[in-house]
């Protein structure tokens, strides 16, 4: 019988985690999980409800019922069977992303779907706390990490943002990220710390399958 595999990715805002991850669950036929999506998708409901971001209650009940799926090979995000794939994106929901992250009861409840979702199948899950809390026994752990000067300048190339206003947000989220009591953003001690300053999203990807091979035995890329 084919033994699953779990590929835990995180690491700090503008890394490249979610391009990376998911081109390699595109090559070796996994499925690619983003956990940042799930929050998102979570704010998404709670703003179309009217839910403030202080009522922990009613935010944990929308984390519990939601229903968000990701398709294999695509980079759709489904929430309640719709196609919220741009709606998670915009400046809003990704503030009220963050602040609905820090509670402790939603990451509880996505935590579950994570590791429900992983359940049969082979992932490449990504996140900030993936190979810590979600995966601590995943066999492959990977901290994907840059210089914040990389970090900022990715982040305002996709958004065309300038760099100034990208540089705070980032510093935020990393201090939020990093000091939070709930789950937060650590290095595995047994995961792969990998810088990715100055390398291309190709390079990236081959240094991440070469890690993958190293510690599976049939982590292979999909021919067909």
């Known amino acids: 019988m084919k033994k699953n595999i779990t590929v835990a990715i995180d690491g700090p805002a503008g890394a490249g985690k979610s391009t990376v991850a998911r081109r ?8 690619h999980i983003d956990t940042g999506a799930m929050y998102r998708a979570v704010a998404l409901w709670a703003r179309r409800t009217n839910t403030a971001v202080s009522d922990m209650h009613r935010l944990q009940q929308l984390a519990e019922a939601a229903r968000i799926e990701f398709v294999a090979g695509q980079p759709t995000v489904l929430l309640n069977g719709e196609d919220v794939t741009d709606a998670i994106r915009t400046p809003e929901i990704t503030a009220a992303a963050s602040d609905i992250s820090r509670i402790p009861a939603v990451r509880r409840a996505l935590v579950a779907k994570q590791r429900e979702m992983a359940t049969g199948t082979s992932v490449v899950m990504e996140g900030r706390d993936i190979g ?23 982040r305002a190339a996709e958004k065309d943002v300038p760099a100034h206003v990208i540089s705070r947000e980032i510093l935020e989220r990393d201090e939020r990220d990093r000091t939070r009591a709930e789950s ?22 081959a240094a991440l399958l070469r890690i993958i091979r190293e510690r599976t035995s049939n982590g292979r890329e999909r021919t067909h």
């Open 24 to 31: 390699i669950a595109a090559k070796l036929g996994f499925l």
């Open 184 to 205: 937060p953003l650590v290095q595995a001690p047994d995961a792969v710390y990998v810088d990715t300053t100055g390398l291309s999203i190709d390079e990236v990807e």
């Open 132 to 154: 810590t809390v979600v995966f601590p026994e995943a066999g492959v752990k990977i901290f994907l990490d840059a210089h914040p000067e990389e970090r900022v300048g990715r």
